[in-house]
């Protein structure tokens, strides 16, 4: 099965490659550092002591790694970090990230998998270790590190049942990646139970790391000041919203206005920045007054427009740092919905759609906290956003929970470092 899955990668490389050039007229990272995706890497420079692999396919996933990546760090003071992605965006995250360790940590695209580019960049790096953020299982990968004695680690791993359905669609090409796998971090006991049915002989619960995520004083300050450049109007986010849920949440706020409070801000931060073009369009198409949060001055200006667009890299904690009230995206379509985390862990009031099967235990973790509120559909959403902007005691309750419920979680990044140690 691997031998065919590695013949159908090395035929669908030019159409690979062919996609990726495609995908660089919107987002021109997509054209750069090709030579890291084939597996070459240049002159290799020795290592002073271990190297430890982390990969973080996309922004999601780096952001995870940041307390991880930390403490990896702090617990072996000889080692440098090598920092694998799959997307601009997640790479741009990491150099944002992780900046302050200097030559300690170098980013890399990971390698297609197939063996020899997999080969070539284990025998560059020479880790000690391979730790895969969450979901991600490549099948060469996997093998090659088990023919190079490298242990490999799935941390924060979280398995929904579609993803396991999904999976046991690939039959022995998962299930003997799964066995090579050394220890699963899971982030809880039903992500294990799912992660051992695909054969992993060594699940361990930990929680999940993001809990432990600190927000960083710079996203507070931008936070502050995008705060005073709004002013006392209400702030309404509507937070890593995926393709779909704008044509769904702009009609909505158009016809709520006279319910909502008169002044209210409608913030939009799109997921993928290669929209953000795209949903300033469909702003306009509504009728709304939009500005640009790569093109607003945080100096003194008033914001005047209907909708600020979150058009910026890396200031997600700012846009939660200056809402009222936050929507989390990617629930109010089936698409799994996205981390409810870092709003509840500054204190804001969280509003989620109906398909959040991606985090479905810490979703129902945030509800049954009173931290969050799950609602139907758009028009719900902006019901439920106007019930709070209109009740102060309410809208602190509510956050209050949120913090309480995010602080309780914390621990999984120590949890994981002490299952770590043996491994490296």
């Known amino acids: 099965m691997r031998a065919l899955y590695s013949l159908m990668w090395w035929l669908a490389l030019p159409l690979v490659l062919t996609r990726l050039w495609l995908r ?9 550092h090709w030579a890291e995706r084939l597996g070459f890497y240049g002159r290799a420079t020795p290592a002073s002591g271990p190297v430890l692999w982390v990969h973080a396919v996309s922004v999601g996933e780096t952001r995870a790694a940041e307390p991880l990546v930390d403490a990896l760090l702090a617990a072996y003071p000889d080692s440098r970090i090598v920092l694998t992605h799959m997307t ?22 990971l390698p297609y998998d197939t063996a020899g580019m997999v080969a070539r960049f284990i025998r560059h790096f020479q880790p000690r270790v ?6 991600e299982v490549w099948p060469n990968l996997i093998a090659v590190c088990g023919a190079h004695k490298v242990p490999v680690v799935l941390a924060n791993a979280r398995l929904s049942e579609r993803s396991l359905r999904k999976a046991t669609r690939f039959g022995a090409l998962l299930t003997d990646a ?70 769904l949440i702009l009609p909505a706020f158009t016809a709520a206005r006279a319910t909502l409070p008169a002044d209210i801000l409608l913030l939009i931060v ?25 093109k607003l001055a945080l100096d003194g200006g008033k914001l005047q ?32 919905g996205q981390n409810l985390i870092e709003p509840a862990a500054l204190g804001k009031p969280v509003l989620i759609g109906q398909h959040t099967f991606n985090f479905e235990l810490v979703t129902e973790d945030a509800l049954a906290a009173g931290g969050a ?34 602080n309780q979680h914390r621990g999984a990044t120590r949890r994981t470092l002490a299952l770590l140690r043996d491994l490296i």
């Not at 006991?189 to 995520?213: C, M, P």
């Open 270 to 294: 799109p997921r993928h920045p290669q929209r953000f073009d795209e949903v300033e369009k469909m702003i306009v198409a509504q009728g709304l007054v939009v500005e640009r949060r790569s």
């Open 88 to 109: 601009p965006t997640g790479r741009a995250t990491g150099k944002a990230l992780f900046a302050r360790h200097g030559e300690r940590l170098r980013q890399s695209y």
């Open 305 to 336: 427009a209907d909708v600020l667009l979150g058009d910026s890299m890396g200031e997600m904690f700012a846009y939660y740092a200056a809402c009222d009230v936050a929507f989390v995206g990617g629930s109010l379509m089936p698409l799994g």
């Open 178 to 247: 799964a066995r090579g796998i050394s220890l699963v971090a899971a982030q809880t006991e039903a992500d294990a139970q799912r992660v051992r049915s695909l054969g992993v002989r060594r699940v361990e619960v930990t929680g999940s790391i993001k809990f432990d995520v600190v927000v960083p004083e710079a996203a507070l300050a931008i936070g502050a000041a995008l705060r005073a450049a709004i002013g006392p109007r209400p702030v309404l986010l509507c937070a890593s919203t995926r393709e779909g849920e704008e044509d």
């Open 24 to 32: 660089g007229r919107q987002e021109p990272g997509y054209r750069q």
């Open 130 to 135: 391979c730790i895969l953020m969450e979901t």
């Open 373 to 406: 509120q799950r609602v139907a559909d758009a028009d719900a959403l902006m019901a439920a956003a106007a019930r709070l902007l209109s009740d102060a005691a309410a809208r602190e309750t509510m956050g209050l929970n949120a913090q309480s419920f995010a």
